[in-house]
């Protein structure tokens, strides 16, 4: 998962783009922004969003990951356990991200504490 300070710049600029038409979508729709701004995520989230997104693909993890997401909300008797392999994998995603790119650190730390 090697990628340039330029696709770092790249990815924030598609971001920036992804959450403009967000909030023009719900504002469309009769939103007031005061009422939603505050929930969507920040750019480097979504950014964080898709570098974590492209790590499961080259895993090959993407569809265990989102079934164990799906079992760990469920009432099975278990989903603790699925709970704790999912926030167990996405600690070592984000951790691995942040290693690689430090400019997103603090982001990665605030998504972290919300595991």
Known sequence: MTT???????????????????IENRC???????DFI???PT??????YELRSDALDARGLTT???MARYAANSNRPDADT???NVAKLEYD?????ALE???LTRTIWTMIGEI
């Open 82 to 84: 699925h709970r704790h």
């Open 64 to 66: 265990q990951y989102t």
């Open 4 to 22: 340039t300070p330029f696709d770092l710049d790249r990815l924030r600029r598609y971001a920036r783009d992804e959450l403009d038409v967000l």
């Open 38 to 40: 505050h929930d969507l």
């Open 101 to 103: 790119h430090p400019d």
């Open 93 to 97: 995603l984000l951790r691995e991200i």
């Open 43 to 48: 750019v480097d989230e979504l950014v964080v």
């Open 28 to 34: 469309r729709a009769g939103e007031d922004p005061y």
